[in-house]
């Protein structure tokens, strides 16, 4: 049966007694939510499902990671944010797989039918073909990737200074990042700035300024979107930093305690994974040809062969225009979702479907304090221009009021003071090793006090 439409949700002076015109969007990040919002007020309702209850702001989610920000500043509640909206209606759940010849999803165990869907569920970590790596080097996607991230990485440097055995307190304090991309570069500089900035003086075995940041990427650059001397100047800020960059390195393994690239083994208990991006297995259901990476191969307008009742938007979809594909970056799933909307507004009143257009609105990366690069077509920041210009974009781009003050004023204290004020760690990571803890030996302080009494 067809829900029944909520006052309010019929425009236009549509007939009550007509059957609603159903739209099933899953995925409530960038593409899914901007796809909601362009269908307020249109004569459909609205059904955004989603596994987790908030939407995400994804392009500071490493300072979530890093102890930068805490996790309800880069997060809003999807039933917030679309309470005003009365044919919307989110539900929590988990899309366990599409059914295209019914025109249902199954939601946990359960069939919910559409008229339209809208399938933008986005992308996870790609570990070509090392899912076993998963584990030792945790990627980041999710509140709950970066939250393990941060009790990692803060739980490395008391581990350190508990340890008596200088070769595990060497490996705790080596910090591999896998990927060359604006998520490794940025999480590999803002380590290095916590390192030697963020615990300076407060521990009393260990100086974590010692602490070895390595960024690998396998390309021969960091940040290959970027021209090449952007590139360059940010390789040379990671190197300011005291970030140790090796381009041209793959990893061929990683297990507990030891990352094996380019011909060398590196200690370390610390890696995180930006490397590479899987698109949803989602896409697999709807029985359409996809990309080596799994993305669905979608039509100008962003529908699928043969369905032109089913979009695909986001980091799902794979779109080419011009003979380049569409990147995978916030601002261009939101252009996707902003396009859907239109698209169902426009066959809802009989106008054909235009295709979809995308507009390049440059790309950003920070390397550090006082350090990003930006690029405009031929428009190019690096610096600390660049860096006011990255830290306007994202205050403006933030969801909430709220949000914006808060992440502000906890930027201008971290600049001001270089302390970082989401340092808890919530979920202690362990040994990862197998092996059992040591016996923690007494400081150098501790000893003198006792030899003293």
Same mark, same amino acid.
């Given at each position: 049966?067809?829900?029944?439409?909520?006052?309010?949700?019929?425009a236009?002076?549509?007939?009550?007694?007509?059957p609603?015109?159903h739209?099933?969007?899953?995925?409530?990040?960038?593409?899914?939510?901007w *796809?909601?919002?362009?269908?307020?007020?249109?004569?459909?309702q609205?059904?955004?499902v989603?596994?987790? #209850?908030?939407?995400?702001?994804?392009?500071?989610?490493?300072?979530v990671?890093?102890?930068?920000?805490?996790?309800?500043?880069? *997060?809003?509640?999807?039933r917030? @944010?679309l309470?005003?909206?009365? #044919?919307?209606?989110?539900?929590?759940?988990?899309v366990?797989?599409?059914?295209?010849?019914?025109?249902?999803v199954?939601?946990?165990?359960?069939?919910?039918?559409?008229?339209?869907?809208?399938? =933008?569920?986005?992308?996870?970590?790609?570990?070509?073909?090392?899912?076993?790596?998963?584990e030792?080097?945790?990627?980041?996607?999710?509140?709950?990737? =970066?939250l393990?991230?941060?009790?990692?990485?803060?739980?490395? +440097?008391?581990?350190?200074e508990?340890s $008596?055995?200088?070769?595990l307190?060497?490996?705790?304090? #080596?910090?591999?990042?896998?990927?060359?991309?604006?998520?490794? %570069?940025?999480?590999a500089?803002t380590?290095?700035?916590?390192?030697?900035?963020?615990?300076?003086?407060? +521990?009393?075995r @260990?100086d974590?300024?010692r602490? &070895?940041?390595?960024?690998?990427e396998a390309g021969?650059?960091v940040?290959?979107? +970027?021209?090449p001397?952007?590139?360059e100047?940010?390789?040379?800020?990671?190197?300011?930093?005291?970030?140790?960059? &090796?381009?041209?390195t !793959?990893?061929?393994?990683v =297990?507990?305690?030891v990352v094996? !690239?380019?011909? $060398? /083994?590196i200690?370390?208990?610390?890696?995180?994974?930006?490397?590479?991006v899987a698109a949803?297995?989602l896409?697999?259901?709807?029985?359409?040809?996809?990309?080596?990476?799994? $993305?669905?191969? %979608?039509?100008p307008d962003?529908t699928?062969?043969?369905?032109?009742?089913?979009? %695909?938007?986001?980091?799902?979809?794979?779109?080419?225009?011009?003979?380049?594909?569409?990147?995978?970056?916030?601002? =261009?799933a939101?252009?996707?979702?902003?396009? %859907?909307?239109r698209?169902?507004?426009a066959r809802?009143?009989?106008?054909?479907?235009?295709?979809?257009r995308?507009?390049?609105?440059g790309?950003?990366?920070?390397?550090?304090?006082? /350090?990003?690069?930006?690029?405009f077509?031929?428009?190019?920041?690096?610096?600390?221009?660049?860096?006011?210009f990255?830290?306007?974009?994202?205050?403006?781009?933030?969801?909430?009021?709220? #949000?914006?003050?808060?992440?502000?004023?906890?930027?201008?204290? /971290?600049y001001?003071?270089?302390?970082r004020?989401a340092?808890?760690?919530? !979920?202690?990571?362990?040994?990862?090793d197998?092996?059992?803890?040591?016996?923690?030996a007494?400081?150098?302080a501790i000893?003198?006090?006792s030899?003293?009494e």
């Open positions: 049966m067809r829900q029944q439409t909520p006052r309010g949700a019929m236009g002076g549509a007939d009550p007694a007509a609603i015109h739209v099933v969007i899953v995925g409530g990040g960038f593409a899914g939510l *796809a909601a919002r362009g269908l307020r007020d249109a004569p459909v609205v059904t955004l989603d596994r987790r #209850n908030h939407h995400l702001f994804q392009p500071l989610l490493y300072q990671a890093t102890a930068g920000l805490a996790a309800p500043s880069v *997060a809003a509640p999807l917030y @944010i309470r005003r909206q009365a #044919n919307a209606t989110m539900l929590l759940g988990e366990e797989r599409i059914d295209v010849a019914r025109r249902e199954r939601v946990d165990g359960r069939p919910l039918p559409y008229d339209q869907l809208v399938l =933008a569920a986005g992308a996870t970590h790609s570990y070509f073909g090392h899912d076993d790596w998963r030792v080097a945790p990627g980041l996607k999710t509140l709950d990737d =970066a393990r991230i941060r009790a990692r990485v803060l739980s490395a +440097f008391e581990r350190a508990a $008596r055995d200088p070769a307190r060497d490996a705790l304090l #080596n910090f591999v990042v896998v990927g060359g991309g604006p998520t490794g %570069v940025e999480l500089g380590l290095a700035e916590i390192a030697r900035h963020t615990l300076r003086g407060e +521990f009393r @260990i974590p300024a602490a &070895c940041v390595l960024l690998l021969p650059r940040l290959p979107a +970027f021209s001397e952007q590139s100047r940010a390789r040379q800020a990671l190197l300011q930093l005291g970030v140790t960059v &090796c381009t041209g !793959a990893v061929t393994r =297990a507990p305690g094996e !690239a380019g011909g $060398r /083994s200690p370390s208990r610390t890696v995180l994974w930006a490397a590479g949803s297995p896409g697999a259901d709807l029985g359409v040809p996809l990309d080596r990476a799994g $993305r669905v191969l %979608v039509g962003l699928i062969p043969g369905h032109p009742e089913i979009f %695909v938007a986001g980091d799902l979809a794979a779109s080419v225009q011009d003979g380049r594909a569409v990147p995978g970056v916030a601002p =261009a939101k252009q996707m979702g902003r396009h %859907v909307a698209a169902i507004r809802r009143a009989g106008r054909a479907v235009p295709p979809f995308y507009r390049d609105q790309a950003l990366a920070t390397i550090g304090r006082r /350090s990003a690069v930006v690029e077509g031929r428009w190019k920041l690096w610096g600390w221009p660049a860096w006011w990255w830290l306007a974009a994202h205050i403006v781009f933030l969801i909430g009021f709220r #949000n914006r003050l808060v992440v502000l004023i906890d930027w201008a204290w /971290s001001w003071t270089y302390q004020s340092r808890i760690i919530v !979920a202690a990571e362990g040994t990862d197998g092996s059992q803890p040591e016996a923690i007494p400081s150098a000893r003198a006090t030899a003293s």
